[in-house]
């Protein structure tokens, strides 16, 4: 859900014992054959484990009682892979959990989003322009959908599905995650284009959204009518949304819990003022910069 970071475990002490867990989300670092094209393998659940070998654990957030550990699906120019177990999730008017496996296209708004019981969750985010490799449909074909994963795989999801779901340790799991992965690196040839996309798609997020659509073509060396065509169809959303939501993540990266100057955080940013921020967070996460703000807040698409 968000990119590799420091470990991170919420043990709160209430009354003075450690409260019981509710929940628990993980990352792990993939493979070096993964690394050009998943940012990170996740896991969440309802049913916290004790997770035997940490080597590979980037990050890990233990929810307890009273904390907050389900939000709704923020937007985000990035693809995702996620197999949900027990009594799943939904997306509000989008997806009703129907099937284990399924593939987040890029959203350009949020969805609201809740979750079953005894809710177990693995899967892979995928870098920008990278998710074709593995769906073997362009990006732009997944904006605002989550398709079943055997719709795009056929038998083979059904193969994963059931692999993940009877295998019972956690680590195993994102190993056998990976290997599914793994045998798809070799259709390489959707990932390569004539622009670098996955690069430029890079240095929007390192420069938060802030370069222009000229200068981005410019840099591909393309007119800004090709490049915005292949940039939407490689990464699933615009080069301007793209950039949008590069600022917003900026935003929740940037922006402290406490003492805030939110007029000051507007310009720093790259907002035209106060009340531009705060419509542009309302509209990609459906909360306001001060909420989100709140250090009890997470969200895994926008981790460090």
């Known amino acids: 859900m968000a990119q590799s970071g420091p470990s991170l475990q919420r043990d709160d002490r209430?009354?003075?014992?450690?409260?019981?867990?509710?929940?628990?989300?993980?990352?792990?670092?993939?493979?070096?054959?993964l690394r050009p094209y998943v940012r990170?393998?996740?896991?969440?659940?309802?049913?916290?484990?004790?997770?035997?070998?940490?080597?590979?654990?980037?990050?890990?957030?233990?929810?307890?009682?009273?904390?907050?550990?389900?939000s709704s699906l923020f937007?985000?120019?990035?693809?995702?892979?996620?197999?949900?177990?027990?009594?799943?999730?939904?997306?509000?008017?989008?997806?009703?959990?129907?099937?284990?496996?399924?593939?987040i296209g890029p959203m350009t708004g949020v969805r609201c989003s809740y979750p079953g019981n005894d809710l177990f969750q693995i899967g892979a985010y995928f870098h920008a322009a990278s998710s074709s490799c593995f769906t073997g449909v362009p990006a732009r074909e997944l904006q605002d959908r989550i398709l079943p994963l055997v719709d795009l795989w056929g038998l083979r999801g059904h193969v994963l599905?059931?692999?993940?779901?009877?295998?019972?340790?956690?680590?195993?799991?994102?190993?056998?995650?990976?290997?599914?992965?793994?045998?798809?690196?070799?259709?390489?040839?959707?990932?390569?284009?004539?622009?670098?996309?996955?690069?430029i798609a890079r240095g929007i997020s390192t420069n938060g959204g802030r370069l222009p659509l000229s200068v981005l073509a410019l840099q591909a060396g393309v007119?800004?009518?090709?490049?915005a065509r292949v940039f939407h169809n490689r990464v699933g959303?615009?080069?301007?949304?793209?950039?949008?939501?590069?600022?917003?993540?900026?935003?929740?990266?940037?922006?402290?819990?406490?003492?805030?100057n939110w007029a000051q955080a507007a310009v720093d940013l790259g907002y035209s003022d106060q009340s531009h921020m705060i419509a542009e967070f309302r509209e990609l996460s459906g909360r306001t910069p001060a909420s989100l703000a709140l250090p009890s807040n997470f969200h895994p698409f926008y981790g460090s």
């Open 14 to 33: 209430r009354n003075g014992t450690f409260a019981s867990p509710v929940a628990s989300y993980r990352e792990f670092v993939p493979s070096a054959a």
């Open 40 to 70: 990170a393998l996740f896991t969440f659940s309802l049913r916290p484990q004790t997770l035997q070998q940490r080597y590979r654990l980037a990050r890990e957030l233990i929810f307890r009682e009273g904390e907050p550990f389900w």
């Open 75 to 103: 937007a985000d120019g990035h693809v995702s892979m996620v197999f949900s177990f027990g009594d799943g999730y939904g997306v509000r008017d989008l997806w009703d959990g129907s099937t284990p496996g399924h593939v």
């Open 161 to 199: 599905e059931a692999s993940l779901h009877e295998e019972s340790d956690e680590l195993r799991r994102i190993e056998l995650l990976e290997g599914a992965l793994l045998s798809r690196v070799a259709r390489i040839d959707m990932c390569v284009d004539t622009i670098d996309i996955a690069g």
């Open 223 to 227: 007119s800004r009518q090709y490049f």
């Open 237 to 260: 959303v615009t080069p301007k949304l793209y950039s949008r939501l590069s600022r917003f993540k900026a935003g929740l990266g940037s922006i402290p819990s406490v003492n805030v």
